[in-house]
């Protein structure tokens, strides 16, 4: 089976950082990916890691260790529409098994 | 237009009745998936298919059929619709470049 977890919600000001941690136990990992969801629209594509290690990509960095099953999204510099739920997936032939996801809410 | 489209967008249905969701892709991509996306459940997988005439089951498919006929449909169907199926569908396809999601379907079933 698979089990992935992630908190629930998140609070950050503006302009700040903000983590959001991932962990995963599941029978199989061929990557994790991190997408991105507003409210009533379709989740899209932030990231993806296969390989322990950070990748960065502007705004958004993602980590990934495999041997602890762990991962996070960092999000800098946090802007208003950064406003949304953060989806954890993880990859295990072709299918994608997500967490419940992490609703971040960015105050002004 | 290309991408992945789902129609309808809404949809209420009464239960009992049969109800059929649509999805299609331009990409001629090999892999299609049907998800449900639930209140602190998150998206769970309903069933995938790998090619044309290929489908197996995901973590939820009780009282859900699918098919696959073209490479580029992938339409879901509630045969005798429950309030339980109450929820928003998002159909999938992947690539090497990774996963894209249509833009959902909210179905009530009342």
């Known amino acids: 089976g698979q089990n992935i977890d992630q908190p629930t919600e998140m609070t950050a000001t503006e302009g700040a950082i903000v983590q959001i941690n991932c962990t995963y136990q599941t029978s199989g990992f061929n990557g994790l990916f991190w997408y991105q969801q507003h409210a009533g629209e379709a989740p899209t594509f932030l990231s993806y890691?296969?390989?322990?290690g950070l990748e960065e990509k502007g705004r958004f960095s993602s980590f990934l260790s495999r041997s602890k099953g762990y991962s996070y999204l960092l999000l800098k510099e946090l802007q208003m529409k950064d406003s949304a739920s953060y989806l954890c997936a993880v990859r295990s032939d072709y299918k994608l098994s997500f967490g419940a996801g992490t609703t971040v809410t960015v105050r002004a | 237009d290309a991408g992945i489209t789902q129609s309808p967008r809404y949809k209420i249905t009464e239960t009992g009745r049969q109800v059929t969701l649509m999805c299609h892709q331009t990409w001629s991509h090999s892999y299609m998936f049907w998800y449900r996306q639930d209140l602190g459940h998150g998206l769970r997988l309903i069933y995938y298919s790998a090619a044309a005439d290929i489908t197996d089951k995901g973590e939820v498919p009780d009282g859900y059929v699918v098919s696959r006929s073209k490479t580029e449909n992938f339409p879901l169907t509630l045969e005798s619709a429950t309030r339980s199926q109450t929820s928003v569908y998002f159909c999938a396809s992947s690539s090497s470049a990774g996963y894209t999601f249509g833009s959902g379907t909210r179905l009530t079933v009342v």
């Open positions: 890691n296969v390989l322990d």
